[in-house]
C-alpha cells in the first residue's frame, strides 16, 4: 500500500509529485497537528476516563503522560465540574452530535470555550467510541468583556446619579436617552413630558441648536460650550455644554453624547461683583 498523500491525481494528470508529507503516514499528520496547536485537546471514553491527551492540556494538568491516561476526569477536577462534564459526554454519548459550552476552570481560573465531538468507528455502523474535547482559552476576552461590562456599569452609575443633565440625542434633535436629572434640570413634571420635546426648543434661541451641532460636527466634540437653555417655564438656563459626536461603524453621524451644567447661578454672582 502507497503512502498517504494530499495530491489528486486526477488533478496532476496523473503525474507523481513530490508532497511535503508524503513519507508521513496520517496518523503522524494528525497527530502534528494536534500537538502543534496551544488547544487543548484530549479524548475521553463513555467513563469519562482519559484516553489521549495533547501536550498543551498536559501542561495545564501538570503531570506526565503516564499519570494521567487511563484516569477519569473527575481525579483532576472538582466535583461539580467532573458531574457537569459527565452529563454532557453522557448526553453526546447519547445524541451522537457535538456540543459547546463555556466555563471556567476551578484550577487555574481561566475561561474556556469547549466542544465535545462523539469519536465514531469506521466499521461497526459507525460505533462511538469516545468523545473528542477540544477547548480554546478564551480568558483575554473575558477579561474585555468584563472590562467593558464594568465600565458600562459606571458609566451608568454616573449616568443615573449626576447633578448634571446627561444626555444622547439624534442628530435630527430628538431625545434617545436623558438622566432622571434632566427633567428636574429643565423643569418638566415626568420623562414622558420631555421626551416629547425637540432639543431646539430647550435653546433660548433655536438658530443656537445648529451653530452648535455644526460646531460639533467640525471639531468632533465641545467642551464647556457656553449656552442659553431654557425651562419649560421660560426660564433662561446659562449652561456649559461637552458633548462629542455618535458614530456608527461606517462614520457616519448619528446623534451626540454628552453634558449639561447650570452656571446660572455662578453667573449670577458673577455679574454682582462686577455691578458692586
Known sequence: MGKPTCEDPERSGGESKINPIEHKTLEDVYRSIVE???????MVDRECRYCFINKPHLSRLGMPLERVIGRPYGDFHSPDQAGEFTEIVEEVWATKGSIQHNYRS???????????????????????????????????????????RESEEKYRAFFKTSRDCVFITS????????????????????????????????????????????????????????IDLKKKNGTVINTLITS???????????????????ITERKQAEESLRES
Not at 185 to 207: D, P, S
Open 36 to 42: 502543534s496547536t496551544t488547544d487543548s485537546i484530549y
Open 106 to 148: 476551578m484550577r487555574d481560573n481561566r475561561y474556556f470555550v469547549r466542544t465535545l465531538s462523539p469519536l465514531r468507528e469506521k466499521e461497526h455502523d459507525g460505533k462511538i467510541i469516545g468523545v473528542v474535547v477540544v477547548s480554546k482559552d478564551i480568558t483575554s476576552q473575558k477579561q474585555v468583556e468584563e472590562s467593558i
Open 171 to 226: 442628530k435630527d434633535g430628538y431625545w434617545i436617552d436623558f438622566n432622571d436629572f434632566a427633567v428636574e434640570f429643565f423643569g418638566y413634571e415626568t420623562a414622558e413630558e420631555l421626551q416629547n420635546v425637540r432639543i431646539a426648543e430647550l435653546y433660548k434661541n433655536k438658530q443656537d441648536r445648529k451653530k452648535h451641532a455644526e460646531k460639533i460636527e467640525r471639531n468632533g466634540y465641545t467642551q464647556d460650550y457656553a
Open 244 to 262: 462629542a459626536l455618535i458614530k456608527e461603524k461606517s462614520g457616519q453621524i448619528i446623534g451626540y453624547q454628552g453634558t449639561i451644567k447650570d
